[in-house]
Protein backbone atom coordinates (compact mmCIF):
# COMPACT_ATOMS: atom_id res chain seq x y z
CA UNK A 1 0.00 0.00 0.00
CA UNK A 2 1.13 3.39 -0.79
CA UNK A 3 2.02 5.58 1.56
CA UNK A 4 -0.18 9.19 2.12
CA UNK A 5 1.64 12.02 -0.12
CA UNK A 6 3.23 14.37 2.00
CA UNK A 7 1.69 17.98 1.94
CA UNK A 8 3.88 21.25 2.84
CA UNK A 9 2.99 23.09 6.00
CA UNK A 10 0.51 25.86 5.90
CA UNK A 11 3.53 28.54 6.85
CA UNK A 12 6.05 27.84 4.25
CA UNK A 13 7.94 30.87 2.57
CA UNK A 14 7.13 28.66 -1.11
CA UNK A 15 3.72 28.16 -0.39
CA UNK A 16 2.65 31.76 0.36
CA UNK A 17 4.40 32.37 -3.01
CA UNK A 18 2.75 30.18 -4.99
CA UNK A 19 -0.56 31.83 -3.36
CA UNK A 20 0.50 35.07 -4.17
CA UNK A 21 1.29 33.92 -7.62
CA UNK A 22 -2.19 31.93 -8.28
CA UNK A 23 -3.80 35.46 -6.83
CA UNK A 24 -2.04 37.73 -9.34
CA UNK A 25 -2.92 35.35 -12.32
CA UNK A 26 -6.78 35.38 -11.00
CA UNK A 27 -6.61 38.98 -10.70
CA UNK A 28 -5.03 39.82 -14.22
CA UNK A 29 -6.15 36.96 -16.28
CA UNK A 30 -8.86 35.24 -14.66
CA UNK A 31 -9.00 31.63 -12.85
CA UNK A 32 -8.54 29.70 -16.07
CA UNK A 33 -4.85 30.90 -16.28
CA UNK A 34 -3.99 29.63 -12.99
CA UNK A 35 -2.28 26.15 -14.25
CA UNK A 36 -0.07 24.53 -11.99
CA UNK A 37 2.54 25.29 -14.51
CA UNK A 38 1.98 29.06 -14.71
CA UNK A 39 1.58 29.41 -10.82
CA UNK A 40 4.87 27.73 -10.56
CA UNK A 41 6.68 29.90 -13.52
CA UNK A 42 5.43 33.00 -11.93
CA UNK A 43 6.57 32.10 -8.19
CA UNK A 44 10.08 31.19 -9.73
CA UNK A 45 9.92 27.77 -8.70
CA UNK A 46 9.57 23.98 -9.96
CA UNK A 47 5.65 22.94 -10.93
CA UNK A 48 5.96 20.18 -8.32
CA UNK A 49 6.16 22.47 -5.12
CA UNK A 50 2.61 23.59 -6.24
CA UNK A 51 1.18 19.77 -5.43
CA UNK A 52 3.86 19.91 -2.62
CA UNK A 53 1.79 22.79 -0.88
CA UNK A 54 -1.60 21.51 -2.35
CA UNK A 55 -3.56 18.80 -3.19
CA UNK A 56 -5.35 19.46 -6.03
CA UNK A 57 -5.53 22.97 -8.09
CA UNK A 58 -8.98 23.30 -5.86
CA UNK A 59 -7.09 23.28 -2.60
CA UNK A 60 -5.01 26.39 -3.82
CA UNK A 61 -7.76 27.78 -5.28
CA UNK A 62 -9.53 27.38 -1.41
CA UNK A 63 -6.08 28.52 0.69
CA UNK A 64 -6.23 31.86 -1.60
CA UNK A 65 -9.96 32.46 -0.76
CA UNK A 66 -9.57 31.58 2.54
CA UNK A 67 -6.35 34.14 3.15
CA UNK A 68 -8.70 36.84 1.16
CA UNK A 69 -11.57 36.32 3.80
CA UNK A 70 -9.71 35.94 6.62
CA UNK A 71 -7.91 39.75 5.51
CA UNK A 72 -11.33 41.05 4.30
CA UNK A 73 -12.65 40.30 7.65
CA UNK A 74 -10.39 41.86 9.63
CA UNK A 75 -10.20 44.58 7.46
CA UNK A 76 -14.04 45.18 8.02
CA UNK A 77 -13.76 44.79 10.92
CA UNK A 78 -11.38 47.67 11.66
CA UNK A 79 -13.27 50.00 9.55
CA UNK A 80 -16.50 49.20 11.47
CA UNK A 81 -14.88 51.07 14.44
CA UNK A 82 -14.06 54.34 12.54
CA UNK A 83 -15.62 57.58 12.99
CA UNK A 84 -17.43 57.28 9.51
CA UNK A 85 -18.17 53.37 9.40
CA UNK A 86 -20.54 53.19 6.30
CA UNK A 87 -18.30 55.59 3.99
CA UNK A 88 -15.24 53.25 4.78
CA UNK A 89 -17.20 50.14 4.20
CA UNK A 90 -18.47 51.58 0.96
CA UNK A 91 -14.98 52.57 0.18
CA UNK A 92 -13.52 48.78 1.19
CA UNK A 93 -16.54 47.41 -1.49
CA UNK A 94 -15.84 49.52 -4.26
CA UNK A 95 -11.80 48.26 -4.26
CA UNK A 96 -11.64 46.79 -7.60
CA UNK A 97 -9.10 44.14 -7.23
CA UNK A 98 -11.70 42.47 -4.60
CA UNK A 99 -14.78 43.17 -6.97
CA UNK A 100 -12.34 41.16 -9.62
CA UNK A 101 -11.61 38.28 -7.55
CA UNK A 102 -14.78 38.41 -6.16
CA UNK A 103 -16.21 37.42 -9.76
CA UNK A 104 -13.48 35.06 -10.53
CA UNK A 105 -14.49 33.06 -7.66
CA UNK A 106 -18.35 32.95 -8.53
CA UNK A 107 -17.50 32.51 -12.24
CA UNK A 108 -15.19 29.57 -10.76
CA UNK A 109 -17.23 28.08 -8.43
CA UNK A 110 -20.25 27.60 -11.44
CA UNK A 111 -17.89 24.77 -12.17
CA UNK A 112 -16.51 23.31 -8.97
CA UNK A 113 -19.18 22.70 -5.95
CA UNK A 114 -16.19 22.93 -3.63
CA UNK A 115 -15.20 26.48 -4.17
CA UNK A 116 -19.13 27.14 -4.60
CA UNK A 117 -19.50 26.12 -0.58
CA UNK A 118 -16.83 28.32 0.33
CA UNK A 119 -17.75 31.11 -1.51
CA UNK A 120 -21.27 31.10 -0.22
CA UNK A 121 -19.97 30.55 2.86
CA UNK A 122 -17.66 33.29 2.99
CA UNK A 123 -20.16 35.82 1.33
CA UNK A 124 -22.63 34.61 3.73
CA UNK A 125 -19.95 35.48 6.64
CA UNK A 126 -19.67 38.94 5.30
CA UNK A 127 -23.50 39.78 4.63
CA UNK A 128 -24.08 39.03 8.25
CA UNK A 129 -21.47 41.60 9.52
CA UNK A 130 -22.90 43.71 7.66
CA UNK A 131 -26.16 43.75 8.27
CA UNK A 132 -25.17 43.56 12.47
CA UNK A 133 -23.07 46.72 11.49
CA UNK A 134 -25.71 48.39 9.57
CA UNK A 135 -28.42 47.44 12.66
CA UNK A 136 -26.05 49.60 15.01
CA UNK A 137 -25.48 52.33 12.86
CA UNK A 138 -28.94 53.18 11.94
CA UNK A 139 -30.49 52.39 15.26
CA UNK A 140 -29.63 56.14 16.33
CA UNK A 141 -30.90 57.38 13.05
CA UNK A 142 -34.48 58.70 11.45
CA UNK A 143 -34.06 55.59 8.87
CA UNK A 144 -37.31 54.15 8.92
CA UNK A 145 -36.22 50.19 9.25
CA UNK A 146 -39.33 48.94 8.31
CA UNK A 147 -39.06 50.49 4.99
CA UNK A 148 -35.57 49.97 4.74
CA UNK A 149 -34.71 46.92 6.68
CA UNK A 150 -30.62 46.34 7.41
CA UNK A 151 -30.93 43.11 5.44
CA UNK A 152 -32.03 44.68 1.96
CA UNK A 153 -29.80 47.47 2.76
CA UNK A 154 -26.56 45.65 2.72
CA UNK A 155 -27.89 43.90 -0.32
CA UNK A 156 -28.31 47.13 -2.00
CA UNK A 157 -25.23 48.87 -1.04
CA UNK A 158 -22.81 45.61 -1.69
CA UNK A 159 -24.88 45.24 -5.36
CA UNK A 160 -24.23 49.08 -6.24
CA UNK A 161 -21.09 48.69 -5.39
CA UNK A 162 -20.24 45.45 -7.24
CA UNK A 163 -22.22 46.48 -10.21
CA UNK A 164 -20.34 50.47 -10.26
CA UNK A 165 -16.87 48.92 -10.48
CA UNK A 166 -17.67 46.17 -13.10
CA UNK A 167 -19.13 48.64 -15.31
CA UNK A 168 -16.38 50.83 -15.06
CA UNK A 169 -14.16 48.20 -16.11
CA UNK A 170 -16.03 47.72 -18.93
CA UNK A 171 -15.87 51.21 -19.73
CA UNK A 172 -19.40 52.17 -18.84
CA UNK A 173 -20.12 55.02 -16.70
CA UNK A 174 -23.58 56.35 -17.56
CA UNK A 175 -25.35 56.93 -14.23
CA UNK A 176 -22.42 56.71 -12.06
CA UNK A 177 -22.15 60.38 -11.19
CA UNK A 178 -25.79 60.83 -9.85
CA UNK A 179 -25.56 56.75 -8.06
CA UNK A 180 -22.37 57.94 -6.50
CA UNK A 181 -24.01 61.65 -5.53
CA UNK A 182 -27.07 59.78 -3.77
CA UNK A 183 -24.71 57.21 -1.98
CA UNK A 184 -22.44 59.80 -0.66
CA UNK A 185 -25.27 62.00 0.51
CA UNK A 186 -27.22 58.99 2.13
CA UNK A 187 -24.31 57.45 4.07
CA UNK A 188 -23.03 60.76 5.12
CA UNK A 189 -26.55 61.11 6.91
CA UNK A 190 -26.63 57.91 8.43
CA UNK A 191 -22.56 58.15 9.39
CA UNK A 192 -23.69 61.40 10.89
CA UNK A 193 -22.47 64.01 8.75
CA UNK A 194 -24.42 67.33 9.00
CA UNK A 195 -25.52 68.38 4.96
CA UNK A 196 -23.49 70.84 4.01
Known sequence: MAAPRRIGGPDGKNRGALLDAAEELMLQEGYAAVTSRRVAERAGLKSQ?????????????????????????????????TDRPLRALWRFS?????????????????????????????????????????????????LDTERFPVGALAVALTGMARTLVLEEALGLSDGHAEALAVIERELGMLDGESEA
Open 49 to 81: LVHYYFRSMDDLFLAILERRVDTAVSRQEELLR
Open 94 to 142: TDPADVRITMEFVGLSSHRPAIRDAVAHAAQTFRRMQIEALAEIVKDSD
